[in-house]
């Protein structure tokens, strides 16, 4: 009788290092403090969602269109904002009124790049908690800042063990302004800069143009073909106000690693050099008291006027004198308007905060034109 061979078979010994490794990934999770029944209750990946585009264009509104749509599903959402600042959090759709089961909020730089680890921590916490707490998740929603280079974003997927294992990126979601997105593409970037715009288009897998009220049919058309030169594949929406059907964003599977590597052979590697462009920043303004609406309309719509074309974003949370509301304000470039919110809650104190974002912004010039607005003017 021939030997019995105890050395186990090429497929054998795969499978064998494959359990190895899946176990030392449960020892690691376990000692992350998640439970392994509530990991395995957790077998299927989360689907994750990067919603980008540059300033303004209608990520926060597409955002709260999809929480509002999707109402019944539970999904995490991750708000990223630039600036000194943070406004967003005021304008998502809470869950009380249909919103998302988790929000974090990071402010303190861009997930691209500064806060990348707060990032990861954030998805991991979200993995955490959604383990624990034994629901299933339904998604998670990232709204990047208008200024992020998505790559690293995506990255992040690829990078993490534990959020590889238990996430897939579904799609880059790109929003476009359809009036003041040409301009952002053209702008030429000191050396060593990406342009974001550009960027945002370049790893979109879906693309919508939104603010089609604002551009007639040639300049569609003329933008259209812009885009294309930047990203040929991925299909294209035409909307107002960020409408578009759910499920022609989320659930799509439009993520492809392989072709992103086809183009970007550097995109894995972690150590990639990754400069915003420093010449753009933000001014926050936050003080108490109450705004003369008047005062306020004459003092920012000049402000837009003579300097809009270096403002690319003014956004506010105001208290506006006479008015319960909060009073909230947008601005892209040297469009502009207002309107009255939710009510303040009355335990909070009236408190303005207002931000703009852009080019050789002067501080001083802001605050004081701000504060002249003021009925009553409480603060330094
Ligand atoms: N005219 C017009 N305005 C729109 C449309 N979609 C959104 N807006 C407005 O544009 C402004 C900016 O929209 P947001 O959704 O806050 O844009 P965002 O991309 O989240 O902005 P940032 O986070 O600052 O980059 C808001 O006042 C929106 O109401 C649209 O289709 N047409």
Request: hydrophobic residues 40%.
């Amino acid at each position: 009788m021939e030997g019995l061979s105890i050395s186990p078979t090429q497929p054998e010994a795969k499978r064998v290092k494959e359990l190895q490794a899946e176990c030392k990934k449960l020892e690691k999770y376990q000692e992350e403090g998640i439970a392994e029944d509530a990991l395995a209750a957790s077998q299927s990946k989360v689907p994750a969602h990067i919603l980008t585009g540059f300033l303004g264009s209608g990520k926060t509104t597409l955002l709260n269109h999809i929480l509002r749509e999707t109402h019944g599903k539970r999904f995490a959402v991750i708000e990223n904002e630039f600036g000194e600042i943070g406004i967003d959090d005021k304008l998502i759709a809470r869950r009380e009124d249909l919103g998302a089961e988790q929000i974090i909020e990071m402010n303190n730089g861009c997930i691209c790049c500064t806060v990348r680890g707060d990032l990861i921590q954030g998805l991991r916490s979200i993995l955490k908690k959604t383990a624990l707490d034994g629901n299933k998740l339904d998604g998670v929603i990232i709204e990047t800042t208008g200024l992020a280079d998505p790559a690293p974003v995506a990255q992040t997927f690829f990078a993490d063990d534990l959020i590889q294992a238990r996430m897939t990126l579904d799609g880059i979601i790109t929003v476009v302004d359809a009036k003041h997105c040409l301009q952002h593409l053209r702008e030429e970037k000191p050396e060593g800069v990406e342009n974001e715009a550009v960027e945002q288009l370049a790893f979109a897998d879906r693309i919508i143009v939104n603010k089609t009220d604002l551009v007639d049919a040639a300049e569609l058309e003329g933008l259209t073909y812009e885009v294309r030169k930047i990203n040929a594949v991925a299909p294209m929406i035409y909307t107002q106000n960020s409408k578009v059907a759910v499920d022609e964003i989320i659930g799509i599977r439009g993520f492809s690693l392989d072709r992103v590597l086809e183009s970007d052979t550097e995109f894995l590697k972690d150590d990639q050099d990754h400069q915003h462009d420093q010449s753009v920043s933000s001014v926050g303004i936050e003080c108490p008291g109450e705004c003369d609406q008047e005062k306020l309309n004459i003092w920012i719509a000049t402000l837009l006027r003579e300097r809009g074309v270096d403002i690319f974003r003014t956004k506010g949370v105001l208290a506006v004198k006479g008015c319960n509301q909060r009073f909230v304000f947008q601005g892209i470039h040297m469009i502009f308007g207002g309107q009255p919110q939710d009510d303040w809650p009355e335990e909070e104190e009236r408190v303005n905060r207002l931000i703009f974002i852009g080019r050789n912004l002067d501080r001083e010039e802001l605050q004081r034109g701000f504060r002249s607005t003021l009925v009553t003017y409480i603060g330094p």
